[in-house]
């Protein structure tokens, strides 16, 4: 599986962005696809999951309310809506696809090139 991720960019606090995920290769849906993050100086962290069919999602506490992660297994792609951004928000956002339903880094296969996310106060 290939991922490419895109739609970072430079947005004010309180603006939007969609990032997008997008795979090439073997049956899609037959991965769980999360969204990481990582700001300079700090470790890799979870943003969301989503199992391949799109029926569980998880969010860390700091996204809850403001993001939101869905897919669309016919175009294998995986769409991140970030609303309400922070500058906190600031960071590379990367995709990954793995056969595991976890919240850590290692548990993943594959991996996007990362988009970068800066959000100014």
């Known amino acids: 599986v290939q991922l490419q991720a895109s739609g970072g960019g430079l947005v004010q606090a309180g603006d939007s962005l969609r990032l997008t995920c997008a795979a090439s290769?073997?049956?899609?849906?037959?991965?769980?696809v999360g969204w990481f993050r990582q700001a300079p100086g700090k470790e890799r962290e979870v943003v969301v999951i989503i199992t391949g069919s799109g029926g569980n999602t998880y969010y860390a506490d700091s996204v809850k309310g403001r993001f939101t992660i869905s897919r669309d297994n016919a175009v294998k792609s995986v769409y991140l809506q970030m609303n309400s951004l922070k500058p906190e928000d600031t960071a590379v956002y990367y995709c990954a696809a793995g056969t595991s339903y976890r919240t850590s880094p290692s548990g993943y296969i594959y991996w996007g090139q990362g988009t970068l996310v800066t959000v100014s106060s």
């Open positions: 290769g073997r049956t899609f849906s037959n991965y769980v």
